[in-house]
């Protein structure tokens, strides 16, 4: 018999899972009780937590703004400046803007290194983590600029001497690979000038600062409480998330193992059963689902399901007598057949229905009685049971009772 898996639809098992809806509102319905309830026991904690940061956050920016001599420059009046350093080469040398180069960039990492901040810090009472906010260098290739910014031309002033002479204490260093290049100040000019971009920076770090005062002051309740909310949210998403996923893990089970037939080529395969029919039956219970899982069948009420199983089973077995048998344990099922066999019977063709034949040995027995006959096996996907209609397809086999046509519902 061929392995099931080989016939495995991903569309019907997608609506399978569809169908059993309620299971997955039920998981989220006790994953947003479970999360509420955890979140209640737990929530002022986490409010006191949010509060804290809230606070240590306030204290940090009202530091820097009180300390930052960035900070403090009124962007209007921003004194500038600027010390422009050039190589001066006494014999000519070949690649000569190579040694340059390289000799500005060592300047460059000696500047940013730190090492010129603590000497600034030390000489002139400035704490060494603002220094860079007011001394930068620009390498320019083969010469380099540095730039002090502050709000005062005096202070300035100081700042700059102070980093010219870290800078000449350090030629002495760079001398010991670059002998050729020797540093020159080529240019120290002093200027005053409107700094916008500087106006912007103060203006945001003032909002923020003024933002956090706002939120501590009113208790960061509301905050606490928006803060605790997205995480529930995401708890409930997490815990929908991971229990779908071990549903659909079990659903996937159920469907390929669960014992009932899923789909028609599970009996049409292994039995060379011969398709005359199939229709979704509307009334009953997933009727929507079923028309979606089986969009390409005809769906039809009962009453016009039984008139066409009539027309089928008529028109394939001509003067013969029909047997519909199933194993179907659906109350549907029974009805639809049995008022099959009576249209069958107003037409004058003789039908009966035998349900279950391997549970009655007198029903094989009045099939075997009859000269010409025809058997036409009726069952429902998603509700007859393999064990069940292998049985009647075996008990048919070992009775010799042809049994060649099937028709399937849905």
């Given at each position: 018999m061929k392995n099931r898996n080989?016939?495995?639809?991903?569309?019907?098992?997608?609506?399978?899972?569809?169908?059993?809806?309620?299971?997955?509102?039920?998981?989220?319905?006790?994953?947003?009780?479970?999360?509420?309830?955890?979140?209640?026991?737990?929530?002022?904690?986490?409010?006191?937590?949010v509060s804290e940061?809230?606070?240590?956050?306030?204290?940090?920016?009202e530091e820097y703004l009180e300390d930052s001599i960035k900070m403090n420059i009124d962007p209007t009046n921003v004194y500038k400046e600027s010390l422009v350093y050039d190589f001066v080469i006494e014999e000519p040398l070949e690649n000569e803007w190579e040694y340059k180069k390289m000799a500005a960039g060592q300047y460059e990492g000696f500047i940013g290194s730190g090492k010129l901040a603590e000497q600034v810090a030390?000489?002139?009472?400035?704490?060494?983590q603002y220094i860079y906010e007011i001394v930068s260098i620009a390498n320019h290739g083969t010469w380099f600029s540095v730039y002090v910014r502050t709000g005062d031309s005096a202070r300035g002033q100081e700042i700059a001497a102070v980093v010219d002479k870290t800078i000449r204490d350090y030629e002495e260093k760079v001398a010991q690979t670059y002998r050729c290049c020797q540093l020159k100040l080529v240019e120290w000019n002093s200027s005053k000038e409107m700094d916008l971009d500087l106006s912007r920076e103060q203006d945001q770090v003032s909002t923020y600062l003024e933002a956090l005062k706002k939120e501590i002051e009113s208790a960061s309740a509301s905050q606490a409480g928006q803060s605790g909310y997205t995480e529930m949210i995401k708890k409930v998403v997490l815990l929908t998330g991971g229990g779908w996923v071990l549903l659909v893990a079990v659903?996937?089970?159920?469907?390929?193992?669960?014992?009932?037939?899923?789909?028609?080529?599970?009996?049409?395969?292994?039995?060379?059963?011969?398709?005359?029919?199939?229709?979704?039956?509307?009334?009953?219970?997933?009727?929507?689902?079923?028309?979606?899982?089986?969009?390409?069948?005809?769906?039809?009420?009962?009453q016009k399901c039984a008139e066409l199983l009539a027309i089928q089973?008529?028109?394939?077995?001509?003067?013969?007598?029909?047997?519909?048998?199933?194993?179907?344990?659906?109350?549907?099922?029974?009805?639809?057949?049995?008022?099959?066999?009576?249209?069958?019977?107003?037409?004058?063709?003789?039908?009966?229905?035998?349900?279950?034949?391997?549970?009655?040995?007198?029903?094989?027995g009045k099939i075997m009685e009859t000269l010409d006959y025809q058997i036409?096996?009726?069952?429902?996907?998603?509700?007859?049971?393999?064990?069940?209609?292998?049985?009647?397809?075996?008990?048919?086999?070992?009775?010799?009772?042809?049994?060649?046509?099937?028709?399937?519902l849905y």
């Open positions: 080989d016939d495995i639809d991903v569309k019907n098992i997608f609506f399978y899972c569809i169908s059993k809806w309620y299971f997955f509102v039920l998981i989220a319905v006790f994953a947003l009780v479970f999360v509420f309830l955890s979140g209640n026991i737990s929530g002022e904690e986490n409010e006191d937590t940061e809230v606070v240590q956050e306030y204290e940090r920016v030390e000489t002139v009472s400035v704490d060494k659903l996937l089970i159920i469907y390929l193992y669960g014992g009932r037939i899923q789909e028609s080529l599970e009996m049409v395969l292994p039995y060379g059963l011969h398709v005359i029919g199939a229709y979704v039956v509307k009334s009953g219970k997933g009727g929507a689902f079923r028309r979606l899982r089986y969009s390409n069948v005809i769906s039809v009420e009962e089973a008529v028109s394939q077995c001509p003067g013969q007598k029909i047997y519909f048998i199933s194993a179907s344990p659906d109350e549907t099922v029974r009805e639809i057949l049995k008022l099959t066999t009576e249209k069958c019977q107003a037409k004058g063709i003789g039908a009966e229905y035998l349900e279950e034949i391997q549970k009655q040995p007198e029903a094989v036409i096996l009726v069952e429902k996907i998603g509700v007859s049971r393999r064990n069940a209609v292998r049985a009647e397809m075996e008990l048919c086999k070992n009775c010799k009772i042809a049994a060649e046509k099937a028709i399937f």
